[in-house]
Structure formats: C-alpha cells, structure tokens
C-alpha cells in the first residue's frame, strides 16, 4: 500500500512530534508500505521519509517547483515528481495513493487531509482518511467533528469514515481492513 502522509513541514515544539513522525516511517517501511509525501526535506516530512528510507522503504515525493527552487526537496528519494502548483501536488498525491494519513502539521495539512476526506465523502475515491493522534494533538478538532455533527452538517457516517489511533501499528492495520461506508450522493 502507498500511504500518503501529510503532516507539518515544521517539526513542532515538542519532541513527540518527531519521535511518532520517525516511528510511523519505521513501522510503514517494515510492513512492507511506501510513503507519498510532499518531497520536502524539513520538518515532520523530513522524518518520515528519512525513517521510510532507512528502514529500507520506498519514500515518493511531490513537490512544486517553487519549492525546489527553494532548496527544500528532499534528495536520495525513490523518485521525486516536480510540479507547478500545489493543486498539481496535492492531485498527484491523491492519484499515487491508497491511503491518507495525517500527522501533527499546521494549515497546509488540514487542507490536504480535509480535501481527501471531502473526496471521499464525494465518492471520488474509496481510500481511507486517518489521523496519527500524537499526545492528543488533535482532540480539539474531533470536538468540532461533533459540533458539525450535531449542527447538521456532518453526518454521522462520514464523521466516524475517519481513522483515529494513537500509535502506529493500529492505524497501519485500520488502513488495510477499511471499508467506506455508502456515499453521499448515491
């Protein structure tokens, strides 16, 4: 399986950020999965493709040119795709993958997950869309799944179509046995 992974190109202020980033790029590569990412050597991003690649795995990056230009591509990737917008990166992720998975990160990876997500409750894809809950750094957010449930603009069925773990392993094996529930519009 590809899993994408989305998640900050900053590494944070605390130390866990980095240890799970690292530990999920571990654990993707010794079960046999490869990595699409953004193709940035910094941050979180950097992390994991380091931890994919020295575990053995295959890391895929996606990265606009601007941002190459800017020397922030990661370099000894499988292979390194160089496109002309974020809205090109973000599609070729989506093509590429099998499976979303966002780790802590700012507003660049809420867009990125919340549009897989989107796609999915869309019917555009069937791929399944998690969240890596490090130190409960996304409690906060699953408060307003609940408001926007209840608030009527979120059904049930798409709140609970996201995969919520704490720890590696579990979120890795929830990927592989996901099953999307019935679509929106069908």
């Keep these: 399986m590809k899993i994408a992974v989305f998640c900050g190109s900053s590494s944070g ?5 980095v240890e799970a980033s690292e530990h999920f790029g571990q654990t993707m590569a010794k079960l046999g999965h490869d990595l699409v990412f953004g193709g ?11 931890a994919v690649l020295a575990a053995g795995g295959k890391a895929y990056g996606v990265i606009p040119e601007s941002l190459r230009d800017r020397e922030l591509a990661h370099n000894g990737l499988t ?36 549009e897989a997500w989107t796609w999915a409750q869309l019917g555009y894809h069937n791929k399944p869309c998690a969240f890596l809950n490090v130190d409960g750094y996304y409690d906060q957010l699953f408060g307003f799944f609940k408001t926007m449930a ?10 609970d179509m996201v995969i919520v773990e704490e720890y590696s392993e579990a979120l890795i094996a929830r990927l592989a046995n996901y099953q999307p529930p019935k679509r929106k519009w069908s």
């Design 13 to 17: 202020n605390r130390s866990c950020f």
């Design 40 to 50: 940035g050597n910094v941050g979180l991003m950097g992390c994991v493709a380091d």
């Design 79 to 114: 292979r390194l795709d160089v496109v002309g917008s974020m809205h090109e990166r973000k599609a070729l992720m989506a093509e590429q993958a099998d499976a979303f998975v966002a780790l802590p990160g700012g507003p660049g990876t809420m867009d990125e997950i919340f």
């Design 150 to 159: 209840s608030s009527g603009f979120l059904k049930p069925e798409y709140a």
